[in-house]
């Protein structure tokens, strides 16, 4: 599975590493590769809204038919198919553009969190082989945890750290002259509004400015999703564990991102930010109410245009039976 979204991330790297030599500044690269890929995604989005829409308007008929066929779910299951039919509602046509997004976030998470491998394309026997050796050099131990006692899925950018301060050991690890030249233009543009996005937060402290990193990644966090629940109309609906987990994993979150490199907070942040745009924008133009009232007025408009089908299709059978009759006469 790794491997999987490792593929989406390499692919999504040359994204990120072109906007990177564009900018020159990881913390801007990071803001516009997450808005090239909210963009692209939002038709996506659309979608799935449309076919929660959908879903909605037809609640009141699916409570119906539960109801009167409680004790009879195989005609129930057929009643509920009629219905979607007549409908032109497919129960699971949100599944497909829920599932892309996540894919491609994973994937844009695999393309932040392993730098060297998939935004840089290095070799992986190498980086792995320049891990094995930083870890022989003193102050770089799994003690104090810069590299081997970093969680594995952020040892790329600890590596990245660790050779932030050695041109020399760049050079050493990294004998192909465009992978050295890369790797040092890379190193150097990790400074973004006066933080150094290769810095552990847990590292300097909670009293330091680098506690407002998780800090934001709570608060965006929860802000996105808060957003998200007043435009879908769902704020009242949530309870109990629904609740907990509106917390729960904002504050996991918060927790990871202080004992990982700033960097990848700094992404989670970026991407909970433009999750609450898009939350805004969708409840302007692509609010339930809105798409609701839409698709009423186009199954009605359907409706109309299936009777004119209908009553075109036999209007010439009884034009040719009047003129029969007439022959008779």
């Known amino acids: 599975m790794i491997q999987f979204f490792g593929f989406f991330g390499s692919i999504l790297g040359y994204l990120l590493w072109g906007l990177f030599y564009l900018f020159q500044n990881f913390g801007v690269s990071i803001i516009f590769f ?37 004790n009879n779910r195989q005609k129930a299951n057929e009643e509920m198919q009629k219905l979607y039919d007549k409908e032109g509602v497919s129960p699971t046509g949100g599944c497909l553009t829920s599932l892309v997004p996540l894919f491609i976030m994973l994937g844009i998470f695999y393309a932040v969190a392993y730098p060297l491998t998939n935004t840089l394309h290095i070799g992986s026997d190498l980086v792995d082989n320049a891990m094995s050796f930083i870890n022989t050099i003193p102050g770089f131990s799994v003690s104090n945890g810069a590299i081997a006692g970093s969680a594995v899925a952020y040892r790329e950018i600890s590596l990245v750290s660790a050779l932030a301060d050695s041109r020399e050991l760049i050079s050493q690890l990294f004998p192909s002259g465009g992978d050295a030249a890369n790797i040092e233009m890379f190193v150097n543009g990790f400074n973004f509004a006066g933080f150094n996005l290769l810095t552990t937060p847990n590292s300097q402290g909670i009293f330091s400015v680098y506690f407002i990193i998780p800090v934001l990644c709570f608060v965006s966090s929860v802000a996105a999703q808060l957003v998200t629940m007043k435009v879908n109309g769902t704020a009242q609906s949530q309870q109990g564990c629904m609740k907990v987990m509106m917390i729960g994993m904002p504050l996991f979150t918060a927790w990871i991102s202080f004992s990982i490199p700033a960097a990848v907070g700094f992404y989670w942040i970026a991407s909970s930010l433009f999750s609450l745009i898009q939350a805004v924008i969708m409840g302007k133009f692509f609010g339930p109410a809105q798409l609701i009232a839409k698709s009423e007025a186009q199954h009605v408009a359907l409706l109309e245009q299936q009777e004119a089908q209908v009553k075109y299709e036999y209007a010439p059978i009884s034009y040719n039976n009047n003129n029969s009759k007439n022959k008779k006469k």
């Open 34 to 70: 997450t808005l090239i890929v909210r963009f692209i995604l939002f038709p996506f989005s659309v979608k799935q809204q449309k076919s929660m829409a959908n879903t909605a308007r037809l609640q009141k008929k699916q409570q119906e038919i539960r109801e009167k066929y409680a």
